[in-house]
C-alpha cells in the first residue's frame, strides 16, 4: 500500500484515474473513442515521463496490469473487466492457491508445458529463486509484503552467499510451498506481485542489470533498451496463449517512448497524428489547464479513459497533537472542512474526483457506501462552531504542512476552516521533504493531506497501512497518528480472515468503526484522466486498479 504520489513514480507502464466520463460509459470492447475492434498486430507506443525503467521483478513495485507483466508472468495474475473490480486467476499456476494449515500453508501446481523465451522449461525452483533474491540488500525497493509474511524470513538476505529461505519449498520441477508466520487470506493477491516471476539461478549472473534483459516469462520479450530515450519489446515465441488467462498479446511490438514531458504527452495525444495514433499515456494525467482543451472538443473528449473509483485524497488530522487529541474536535473538523472547494481546486467533479466519505474506496471488496458526517458538499460551518464550542475548542490554530504542488488544496481546506473559526497556517514543502515530515517519528504538523491506493484489491490496503498502530511514524503511513487497540485487534483478525467474504464484513465494520473516532477527514475519491489515439483499443479503466490494463491493449488498423 502506497501513497499516490509513489505509485505514480514507479508505475511506469500505468496510469491513475477515476470518475466516469462519456470515453467509458460503454460496455463493448475497444471502448473509449472508437467501435472499431482490435486486432492482432501493430505498434503500440507508450509515452512516458519515466528515464528509466527496470523489469527486475525484485526490484518492482509495479501492479499486476503494469508493463513488466508483458515480459514476466507470476503464479497468479489480475483479470479485468470494464465497470469492475480486478479478480485474482490462475497464471503459472493451475489455481489461486490451496490453503491448509489454518491459513498459513499455501500450494500451487504449474501448469504443464511452461516455457520461457529460450525454449527452456519454467520450473518450481526458478520461483523460489525468484522471491528469495527480492530480499537481497542490493535488489530493494520493490513490493515486499511476503517479507513480513514467510517464516523465518527476519533475517535472510537472500541467495548470493547459498542461503536458502526453508520457507519456500519446491520438492518438484511443478509445485512450490510457502508456509506463512501467521494466516493471511490474501495470499493469492501477494503471489500475483512481480517478486514471484521466475528467475533462472543460471541466467542471474549479473544481478544489478538482470532488469535490462531478463529471462521472458510472458508474451513479451526485451529487444532493445536505450535509458532515457527507448524501451522495445517483441514477441516471446514459447508463450502459449492457451495457459494464459491475464494477457491478449495483441500488438507484435510496444514501444516505451520515454524521458517526454507531461504537457507535450498530452498534446501529442490531443493532436492524434501519425505513430500517436498508436499511443497512450499511462502515467500523466489531463492536467487542468488543458481541461477545457479536451472537454470543448467531442473527439478528444471521446479519448480520455476514465475509471469509476480510485485513490482515497483525506485531510489527516495528527491525534497526537493537543488540540487535536479529542475526537470531538476532530469530528467539528468533519463538518468545517468544504470538501467541494477541494474537488474544485482538483478539476471538478469530472476530473477532480468524487466526494469521499468513507475510508474503502469503491471497487474494493468490503466498500459499503455510508456518510457518518452527513454535511452539504461545502461543509457546514455553523455546525462545526457550536461542536468546537461545545468541545471548549475556540480560537484553534493548526499547521497545515502541505505539498508544494498541491497548494489549492491546501488553500480550500484553509478557507473552509476559516468559517468555523479555525486559522490555518499553511507550510509548504518539497513533495520529499513532506513524505519525510508525514512519516517520520516526530509528526510535526497538525493537518496534513494524503492521498492513498492499495497495490492489490483489498480492503487490508486501505485500512491497516494508514490506521494500525504499528504504522506511526517510522516511514509508517499512518499520518493521523491513530492509535486503537480495539481497531488493531480486528485488523489482526481481518487479515488473517481466508473467506474474503467474511473479510470484507469485517474490513467494512472497521471503516465505519475508525470513522466514529474521527481521525481524517475523507475528501476525494480522486481522479484522473489519461489520453489515448483514436487507433488504441481496449483502454479503459476499471473500478480497481484506477490504471488501464496494458496486458490487454490493442489497436485497430
Not at 475510508?359 to 461543509?379: C, H, N, S, V
Request: glycine content about 10%; some cysteine; aromatic content about 8%.
Amino acid at each position: 500500500m502506497k501513497s499516490i504520489t509513489r505509485a505514480v513514480a514507479v508505475a511506469g507502464a500505468l496510469a491513475l484515474a477515476l470518475a466516469a466520463c462519456n470515453a467509458n460509459d460503454k460496455s463493448t470492447p475497444g471502448a473509449g473513442g472508437s467501435d472499431a475492434a482490435a486486432e492482432k498486430g501493430g505498434t503500440f507506443h507508450i509515452l512516458s515521463t519515466s528515464k528509466e525503467i527496470s523489469y527486475d521483478p525484485a526490484k518492482s513495485q509495479n501492479l499486476g496490469i503494469s508493463g513488466i507483466h508483458l515480459v514476466l508472468r507470476g503464479l497468479t495474475s489480475w483479470k479485468t473487466t470494464e465497470g469492475k473490480g480486478a479478480e485474482i486467476v490462475p497464471d503459472l499456476a493451475t489455481d489461486t492457491g490451496q490453503v491448509s494449515d489454518g491459513g498459513k500453508t499455501w500450494t500451487y501446481k504449474l501448469k504443464p508445458g511452461l516455457k520461457y523465451a529460450d525454449g527452456s522449461p519454467i520450473v518450481a525452483a526458478d520461483l523460489k529463486y525468484g522471491v528469495e533474491r527480492s530480499f537481497a540488500p542490493e535488489l530493494s525497493g520493490g513490493l515486499g509484503y511476503h517479507k513480513s509474511l514467510l517464516a523465518g524470513a527476519e533475517k535472510y538476505t537472500g541467495p548470493y552467499k547459498g542461503q536458502q529461505l526453508t520457507s519456500i519449498e519446491a520438492p518438484d520441477d511443478t509445485t512450490i510451498v510457502f508456509k506463512l508466520n501467521k494466516p493471511y487470506g490474501d495470499w493469492p493477491w501477494i503471489v500475483s506481485m512481480p517478486a514471484f516471476s521466475p528467475v533462472p539461478k543460471k541466467a542471474d549472473t549479473d544481478p544489478a542489470h538482470y532488469g535490462e534483459d531478463p529471462v521472458a516469462s510472458g508474451p513479451y520479450q526485451i529487444k532493445s533498451y536505450a535509458p532515457g530515450s527507448k524501451l522495445e519489446l517483441e514477441r516471446n515465441p514459447n508463450w502459449d496463449q492457451a495457459t494464459d488467462p491475464a494477457r491478449t498479446a495483441l500488438p507484435d511490438t510496444i514501444v516505451t517512448d520515454m524521458g517526454l514531458q507531461p504537457d507535450v504527452i498530452n498534446q501529442r495525444l490531443i493532436a492524434d497524428a501519425g505513430d500517436d495514433q498508436f499511443a497512450a499515456t499511462t502515467g500523466t494525467s489531463v492536467p487542468a489547464a488543458l481541461i477545457p482543451t479536451v472537454t470543448g472538443n467531442a473527439a478528444v473528449k471521446a479519448r480520455v479513459a476514465t475509471s469509476p473509483s480510485g485513490a482515497l485524497q483525506y485531510l489527516a488530522m495528527n491525534n497526537k497533537r493537543p488540540a487535536l487529541a479529542n475526537p470531538e474536535v476532530r469530528k467539528a473538523i468533519q463538518y468545517a472542512v468544504d470538501k467541494q472547494a477541494v474537488q474544485v481546486a482538483e478539476g471538478g467533479p469530472e476530473f477532480g474526483g468524487e466526494i469521499a466519505t468513507t475510508l474503502i474506496t469503491p471497487g474494493i471488496e468490503g466498500y459499503t457506501k455510508f456518510d457518518l458526517y452527513q454535511a452539504p458538499p461545502q461543509g457546514d460551518p455553523d455546525k462545526a462552531k457550536s461542536m468546537l464550542a461545545a468541545a471548549g475548542a475556540t480560537n484553534l490554530n493548526l499547521v497545515l504542512a502541505a505539498d508544494n504542488q498541491k497548494l489549492g488544496v491546501a488553500q480550500a481546506i484553509q478557507q473552509g476552516l476559516k468559517r468555523a473559526g479555525i486559522t490555518v497556517t499553511i507550510k509548504p514543502y518539497e513533495a520529499e521533504a513532506l513524505t519525510e515530515v508525514q512519516t517520520n517519528a516526530k509528526g510535526d504538523y497538525d493537518l496534513t493531506v494524503g492521498s492513498w491506493l492499495p497495490d492489490f484489491p483489498s480492503a487490508i490496503g486501505n485500512i491497516q497501512p494508514l490506521f494500525a498502530s504499528s504504522e506511526i511514524g517510522n516511514g509508517g503511513y499512518n499520518l493521523s497518528r491513530y492509535s486503537n487497540p480495539a481497531v488493531d485487534t480486528a485488523i489482526a483478525a481481518a487479515t488473517g480472515e481466508p473467506d474474503h467474504t467474511k473479510a470484507a464484513a469485517q474490513w467494512a465494520a472497521l471503516d465505519q468503526q475508525i470513522l466514529g473516532d474521527a481521525p481524517l477527514v475523507p475528501l476525494l475519491y480522486a481522479t484522473n484522466a489519461f489520453l489515448h489515439g483514436s487507433k488504441v483499443q481496449d483502454f479503459y479503466l476499471g473500478a480497481y486498479p484506477p490504471y488501464p490494463n496494458v496486458l490487454i491493449v490493442g489497436l485497430s488498423k
